[in-house]
């Protein structure tokens, strides 16, 4: 097999450059973070997961632990699952919210 005549790369480095300088020519501005479409929406999950619905969401977790206490079979998952629902609910809404907003 022979290689490809000289000329041949050079059309191969254009093929590639060309359509990276007309893309970055027609680029526009982009504002992340200046976009509040969807502000409403999470701002009502917010209030639902800081408020009752956090409490309904760490109180059902909490009677399927115990359900499953019940039931005969120890685990100690059955006791930190639904802890580790009452910390994420309580206390990590703000934690993402504000991680996401550190870094747009």
């Not at 999950?45 to 039931?71: C, H, Q």
């Not at 998952?77 to 919210?97: D, E, F, H, K």
């Amino acid at each position: 097999m022979t290689p490809p005549p000289p000329s041949v790369k050079g059309n191969r480095a254009r093929d590639y450059i060309l359509p990276a300088a007309i893309a970055v020519a027609c680029a526009g501005a982009a504002y992340a973070g200046a976009d509040t479409t969807f502000d409403p929406a999470l701002q009502k999950f917010t209030d639902f997961l800081e408020g009752s619905g956090g409490k309904i969401i760490t109180v059902l977790s909490l009677a399927g632990g115990l359900i499953a206490l019940a039931s005969g079979r120890f685990a100690l998952g059955q006791v930190a699952v639904p802890v580790g629902v009452g910390i994420g609910v309580g206390t990590g809404v703000p934690i993402v919210t504000s991680v996401v907003t550190a870094t747009i």
